[in-house]
């Protein structure tokens, strides 16, 4: 036998020996863990607990819980429950969690698990980027409920991508509130004053009710907060113990106010006026746009304005805003030739006019340039001027706007396409413009096409190669691209017909890596519900933050085709690090680079295939020879168009 064995097996002995007599304190205590390593070198006698654990804690660690006495009444809980089904929200995708054990009892017994349906996460951010997917589809918001402190703890860099994205969400946290009535030990640890002050940065609205009463207000509110742009995240801490106890007759009959949707805010007809005048008589007028479009309807207005003024169209992609077949869709280079830009729903309007070159400059902090003329007219229309929270910085540098609407651009567009149409005097002159472009598209599609073959039968596999391929997989489906992680050079949004709505769901909103994979298996849901083929671009870093969603997506039987663009390392922080190290000539000065270190995602390489098949997916790969590529992406097909949820790894080129 090996010495190194034979000592492992001699200490395992040890180990276990010292642990059967410290019995369960040691488990539990401080003391537990050193036992454990102090026997594993000197056999000493075991040494009481520093801190005996209280009987709670002990009794909650040993699970020897006595049973609880009958509840005198009906719920606090069903109530809830009551209330959250007049809202037919379908799901709620959540980690399990003692704070919310009341509500989560009377959802699936009082409730029948349906509206909401529980569906089981591994991870409270997952949860919440579940919801993120699910509403991209639907319009619709989810619910998800979280554990006090350290759920909510998790689920927080997901409500932020939510937040930046104009998404809404209902996020419950569940919390021990009465520090007379908590039980101590872990609950306590569980529990804060106020929970939501963690998110309340970056939700909407938040509120604890303390009464049942005032929990079907909050509810009904939150909600309506939630689906009024901007659209957000709303927050409720729920107390345990508003839960669990039985609903008390105070003289009050409980009630469930009534939801009814807010109409979402129009622009001024002033400066609605304005902006038809302006963009009527411009030469050359752009429209930008990037969560334009809250609807199929939104994106067939776009084109109707688009149309009337046979303007040129930037997509900067943060919903399917318009048809990328249309050929007055057009790069982002040209609000340089622009007298006027219209942007819609724009998260960085300084971005859009100005540019920004990293490390440029003589002191390396970055070099602003103007990409428009002097004199160009800039119009707006966002209802994320209607937010006004301050220390997050989402709302980007400040962009001076001539005229500038705090409204809901697809609210809004009836009124300006009107006002277009009737401000036009010269329309022969906007045909003429038309006819121009048409030629300018053709090239340019011609062009990208050029682009996309160089490297094609490179291996590790091209990313140009890498989407097409996926593309003829699914392109005689009802297909769905859920998300796009990692970045793939745009080569979908470049190459793939995208011409409805469900098409393209736009990206994380907050750039908060590991969004890709559970947004995805969000949004897989609602397709599936909706008959849909769901497909994603799978990045490996965005992957390995949180893989357990893959488990809940066979588990709850989400057919969903996650092809990886698995180029092996966090590929954006290699070329951070690149620039850096160039701008320091550190390569010349050490005669290598120490670029992967902290970036690389190999040694061991990750058997994506293997991870996933062990959660219950159909899988194959890693695929790193193109021509087999092909093959493997229809058989995957196949057992996704089953019910299946399919991970496909092929290794590709890092962009
Ligand atoms: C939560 C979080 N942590 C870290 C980052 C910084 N970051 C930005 S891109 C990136 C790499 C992501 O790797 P992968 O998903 O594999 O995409 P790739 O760049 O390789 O295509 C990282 C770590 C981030 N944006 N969010
Ligand atoms: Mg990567």
């Known amino acids: 036998m090996p010495r190194e064995e034979k000592q492992a097996k001699v200490d395992r002995r040890k180990f276990l020996a010292g642990v059967a007599v410290a019995g369960a304190a040691s488990a539990v205590a401080p003391g537990g863990a050193s036992a454990a390593t102090t026997t594993s070198i000197t056999p000493v006698a075991p040494r009481p607990s520093v801190l005996p654990p209280s009987a709670a804690v002990a009794a909650a660690e040993t699970g020897n819980v006595p049973a609880m006495p009958k509840a005198k009444g009906p719920a606090g809980s069903d109530f809830m429950v009551d209330v959250i089904k007049t809202l037919d929200i379908p799901y709620a ?193 752009v429209i930008v746009l990037d969560r334009a479009a809250r609807t199929e309807k939104g994106m067939r207005l776009l084109v109707e304005i688009a149309e009337a003024l046979q303007a040129q169209v930037v997509d900067q992609g943060g919903r399917m805003n318009f048809p990328n077949t249309h050929y007055l869709r057009s790069p982002p280079t040209v609000v340089a030739r622009a007298d006027v830009v219209l942007g819609m729903e724009l998260s960085d309007y300084w971005g859009t006019v100005n540019a920004w070159i990293d490390n440029g400059g003589d002191d390396g902090l970055g070099l602003r340039e103007s990409r428009i ?187 969903l085709l996650s092809v990886m663009h698995n180029n092996r390392g966090y590929h954006q922080e290699v070329m951070h690090l690149q620039r850096l190290s160039n701008r320091r000539s550190r390569v010349a000065a050490l005669g290598k680079t120490m670029g992967p270190i902290g970036t690389s995602i190999e040694g061991p390489d990750v058997d994506y295939a293997k991870l996933a098949a062990s959660m219950g997916l159909w899988s194959g790969g890693p695929i790193k020879d193109p021509s087999e590529l092909g093959p493997a992406l229809k058989r995957a097909v196949a057992a996704v168009k089953a019910g299946q949820p399919a991970l496909v790894d092929v290794w590709t080129q890092p962009r």
Request: aromatic residues 8%; hydrophobic residues 40%; glycine residues 6%.
């Open 93 to 285: 995708p959540s980690n399990p969690a003692s704070s919310f054990r009341a509500l989560h009892e009377s959802m699936i017994n009082y409730g029948k698990n349906e509206k909401p349906e529980f569906l089981t996460c591994m991870h409270e951010e997952s949860a919440a980027g579940m919801c993120h997917g699910y509403f991209k589809v639907t319009g619709k918001p989810l619910m998800t409920l979280c554990h006090g402190t350290v759920g909510l703890q998790h689920a927080s860099m997901a409500i932020y991508n939510a937040w930046c994205d104009r998404v809404p969400m209902i996020v419950i946290g569940g919390n021990d509130l009465d520090a007379a009535k908590r039980p101590p030990g872990v609950p306590t640890f569980h529990s804060a004053q106020d929970i939501n002050a963690m998110v309340r940065d970056y939700t909407k609205w938040d509120d604890t009710p303390v009464s049942l009463q005032h929990f079907a207000q909050s509810f009904v509110r939150a909600y309506k907060i939630a689906m009024t742009p901007p659209y957000g995240p709303v927050a409720i801490s729920l107390d345990a113990g508003l839960q669990q106890e039985p609903i008390h007759d105070n003289g009050e009959r409980l009630y469930i106010p009534r939801y009814v949707p807010t109409a979402p805010p129009q622009g001024d007809a002033n400066a609605v006026r304005e902006a038809a005048r302006l963009l009527a008589n411009a030469q050359n007028p």
């Open 373 to 559: 003329k002097p004199d160009t007219k800039l119009i707006s229309i966002s209802s994320v001027d209607l937010n006004t929270k301050s220390n997050y910085q989402d709302f980007q540098r400040f962009q001076t706007i001539d005229v500038q609407m705090a409204a809901d651009a697809e609210a809004t567009l009836p009124a300006l396409i009107e006002a277009v149409k009737s401000a036009i005097s010269n329309k022969a002159a906007i045909d003429k413009r038309g006819e121009a472009l048409k030629k300018a598209s053709a090239e340019q599609k011609e062009r990208t096409r050029a682009a996309a073959a160089v490297a094609w039968d490179a291996s590790p596999i091209s990313t140009a190669r890498l989407c097409m391929e996926i593309y003829a997989a699914v392109k005689d489906l009802d297909w769905s691209l859920v998300a796009s992680s990692g970045n793939v050079s745009n080569w979908p949004n470049r190459l793939w017909p995208m011409e409805k709505y469900h098409h393209w769901l736009g990206a994380s909103g907050g750039y908060g890596v590991g969004y890709g994979a559970p947004a995805s298996v969000g949004a897989a849901l609602a397709n599936r519900d909706l008959g849909r083929f769901s497909v994603s671009i799978q990045a490996d870093g965005d992957l390995m933050y949180a893989p357990g969603v893959l488990w809940t997506a066979a588990h709850h039987n989400i057919p």
